[in-house]
């Protein structure tokens, strides 16, 4: 391991340094004084306490350093195959760091062998368990951090047994590059067998035979395309009966009656009632000249009925269609308006000729139809 390396290198270079400082006093140089001094380098001079602990575990810790205290946890029973966790609480100084380049006990080949040779493995540094080494926490002038080791226990024979987790090492890194390794204590758990809750347990028969399916692609392709059609056409189905009674716009209304038709059938309805023959000579009056009001006002877009007779000849002055007829239009209206207003009665050949005026008028008034194109015959 990187820390047994380190701690070796310092095991070499102390060594060093002690046999130079004992051959400079063996050789007498200096006076007393001189070998005092060579003494106190002797004893200041970094020296490792190495002491092998056990076959997992060599514990080394500077002369000049203060060995961290460990506070282990440990569950004396369980059953093998089945994870057990020692935790370790590591107090040491501000300025140290507990296992700094991680939990890399799996790395080492002779760390596995010994500890599979006490009937224990490491879990997996990438299985769902492993071991972790928790953020430090300060505690006044020094700093705590939580190890915690995996551990399964495997005991090569069956039942309950007996077994003697041996240490483990702890690194503890310091600023100046210095490594302190500390190792826990030995432990002694009982280790159950999986099937010790079962007294003379007896061999079982194989179980019966479970069938086994296996996933039909093809059938499965096919229940969801149904499944999708059945939601396209229930889809389909509340779209077109939404679609169905969405509102409606309403129709176009037709386009309005030519003024000329309307009026050319109300003179027509007037002749078919034979006012004439029942002497109703005011009513007929009254009502062909209505009707010729009304037409002009449709006509040149004014109310003929609600404007008098001189508001409409000043309208149609400014009409150059009707200025050629405003003689006959104005002799027309003034007679209107003496028979209505003067209260006199025309006779039946003035109504007669009121008739025809209006006729001629609507006839005057309306737009000449546009000649229709020639058809060409082939012979």
């Not at 067998?193 to 079962?198: E, F, G, R, V």
């Not at 229930?234 to 009026?263: C, D, Q």
Request: include cysteine.
């Amino acid at each position: 391991m990187k820390s047994r390396s380190v701690a070796l290198t310092w095991c070499v270079l102390s060594s060093a340094g002690a046999a130079w400082a004992g051959a400079k006093v063996d050789a007498g140089i200096g006076d007393a004084g001189t070998q005092k001094d060579a003494a106190a380098a002797k004893d200041a001079a970094l020296v490792l306490d190495a002491r092998e602990t056990s076959a997992t575990c060599t514990e080394l810790v500077p002369a000049d350093s203060v060995r961290p205290t460990l506070s282990e946890t440990f569950s004396m029973g369980g059953v093998a195959g089945y994870e057990w966790r020692l935790s370790v609480d590591v107090s040491h100084g501000l300025g140290e760091t507990v296992m700094p380049d991680g939990l890399r006990l799996q790395d080492d080949a002779r760390f596995v062998k010994a500890l599979k040779d006490e009937g224990f493995a490491l879990a997996s540094r990438d299985g769902l368990s492993p071991s972790v080494v928790a953020a430090p926490m300060a505690q006044g002038d020094h700093k705590m951090t939580r190890v915690e080791f995996a551990l399964v226990p495997l005991p090569e024979k069956a039942g309950r047994q007996s077994l003697r987790l041996p240490a483990l090492p702890i690194v503890v890194g310091r600023a100046s590059g210095a490594q302190t390794i500390v190792c826990t204590q030995t432990h002694s758990m009982v280790v159950e067998d999986p099937i010790a809750n079962l007294p003379d347990a007896l061999p079982r028969t194989n179980p019966p035979p479970r069938q086994q399916r296996e996933p039909w692609l093809f059938a499965r392709i096919v229940a969801w395309t149904l499944v999708a059609a059945a939601g396209s056409f229930v889809a389909g189905f509340l779209a077109r009966a939404w679609w169905r009674r969405r509102p409606k716009p309403a129709p176009p209304a037709p386009p309005p009656r030519p003024a000329w038709e309307i009026a050319r059938e109300k003179l027509r309805l007037i002749e078919a009632e034979r006012l004439l023959e029942a002497g109703k000579f005011v009513n007929h009056h009254d009502r062909v000249t209505d009707v010729i009001r009304e037409f002009l006002g449709s006509r040149f877009g004014f109310d003929g009925l609600e404007c008098t007779s001189a508001e409409m000849l000043a309208v149609l002055k400014r009409r150059v269609e009707a200025v050629p007829h405003l003689s006959a239009l104005r002799t027309f209206l003034d007679e209107a308006d003496l028979i209505k207003f003067a209260k006199m009665t025309p006779t039946k050949e003035v109504c007669e000729r009121v008739l025809l005026d209006a006729h001629r008028f609507v006839k005057t008034f309306s737009p000449e139809p546009a000649p229709s194109a020639p058809v060409e015959v082939r012979k």
